[in-house]
T-cell receptor, first 116, second 112 residues
Framework: GAVVSQHPSWVICKSGTSVKIECRSLDFQATTMFWYRQFPKQSLMLMATSNEGSKATYEQGVEKDKFLINHASLTLSTLTVTSAHPEDSSFYIC????????????FGPGTRLTVT | QQQVKQSPQSLIVQKGGISIINCAYENTAFDYFPWYQQFPGKGPALLIAIRPDVSEKKEGRFTISFNKSAKQFSLHIMDSQPGDSATYFCAANTNQGGKLIFGQGTELSVKP
């Protein structure tokens, strides 16, 4: 089956610093990748959609200057949380769409970000 | 229009029982309805999915029932096991590669 990895799996950073999270499709090329954030006991909230080689499309209310997304290749997308604050602490999850298996999207294991 | 409403919010079932989770949608353009299982601290994993041209799909102990006219679909977990204890999300989307609209989630607890 298709595998999506995320790195790091958890990160602690100080307020005001930036953090980069990587999302990789390990055995397929992902035409589209999605970034979600999830607060405890809540549903997944889509932050942005990224297509390789083009600018990400952000959902309403998501600050594109704060959450920088780069989809540099068909197997790698990165999310950078700039000038992180404690309210950015959350579980960040990516998913990837391959186009090989119909509509199916494959999710990464998630990254736990804690901003102190 | 873009919402998917999921119920119940939480569910407790005895081992061996049937767990039933329901979802409803408004957008008739949705044409793909997956269910995801998520364990604490992990990403969601696809359990089973259905397209609106069929009314039921079964994979092992998991069955999706789909009612197009009522715009509802449900997940049935037969012979529920403690290992099934997790949060379940229904979702829908309108096209390949398109964004998924998630339900609110159901926290399932299967008691031994």
């Amino acid at each position: 089956g298709a595998v999506v990895s995320q790195h790091p799996s958890w990160v602690i950073c100080k307020s005001g610093t930036s953090v980069k999270i990587e999302c990789r499709s390990l055995d397929f090329q992902a035409t589209t990748m999605f970034w979600y954030r999830q607060f405890p006991k809540q549903s997944l909230m889509l932050m942005a959609t990224s297509n390789e080689g083009s600018k990400a499309t952000y959902e309403q209310g998501v600050e594109k200057d704060k959450f920088l997304i780069n989809h540099a290749s068909l197997t790698l997308s990165t999310l950078t949380v700039t000038s992180a604050h404690p309210e950015d602490s959350s579980f960040y999850i990516c998913s990837a769409f391959s186009g090989r298996a119909g509509y199916e999207q494959y999710f990464g294991p998630g990254t736990r970000l804690t901003v102190t | 229009q873009q919402q998917v409403k999921q119920s119940p919010q939480s569910l407790i079932v005895q081992k061996g029982g049937i767990s039933i989770i329901n979802c409803a949608y408004e957008n008739t353009a949705f044409d793909y309805f997956p269910w995801y299982q998520q364990f604490p601290g992990k990403g969601p994993a696809l359990l089973i999915a259905i397209r609106p041209d069929v009314s039921e799909k079964k994979e092992g102990r998991f069955t999706i029932s789909f009612n197009k006219s009522a715009k509802q679909f449900s997940l049935h977990i037969m012979d529920s096991q403690p290992g099934d204890s997790a949060t379940y999300f229904c979702a829908a989307n309108t096209n390949q590669g398109g964004k998924l609209i998630f339900g609110q989630g159901t926290e399932l607890s299967v008691k031994p």
